[in-house]
């Protein structure tokens, strides 16, 4: 299931910077965002950078925070994939993926109360399609 989650990561995440920079993402954003070949810190590492960054748009930054989520998941640490996937959702309250992922992170965790009241919101914010991103 984790490498499923990641695959539909980099391919949504790739095709949502491409649209919204309207330009070739930046290497960071590449490795952010789990272009093949890039390890787990990598990833950490390059969201990182961008979360820090002047340059980066608030939602920009909700992305990176939710790809550094994503890393923090996949190495099995869900409860700072956690704090990101709040961070995300601080920053972009109608970001409907960064729901589904921390909704994933609490059913991870043995939380399904909390994972079915994140998976609801995500419901709402998008009905008839929710994405893991």
């Known amino acids: ?37 890039v390890d787990w810190d990598q990833q950490i590492r390059s969201c990182t950078a961008l979360i820090q960054s002047d340059r980066e748009s608030v939602h920009n930054r909700a992305i990176a925070y939710n790809f550094r989520g994503n890393s923090y998941y996949a190495k099995g640490d869900n409860d700072r994939a956690i704090t990101d996937y709040n961070e995300a959702v601080r920053l972009d309250p109608m970001y409907e993926s960064a729901y589904v992922n921390r909704g994933l992170s609490y059913y991870v965790k043995g939380d399904s109360d909390l994972a079915i009241a994140h998976f609801r919101k995500a419901l709402q914010l998008n009905p008839g399609q929710i994405h893991q991103q």
């Not at 984790?2 to 960071?28: D, H, I, K, N």
């Open 1 to 37: 299931m984790r490498f499923a989650f990641f695959w539909t990561a980099v391919l949504v995440g790739t095709a949502l910077l491409v649209a919204t920079a309207g330009a070739q993402p930046s290497p960071e954003w590449h490795s952010c965002t789990g272009e093949p070949d």
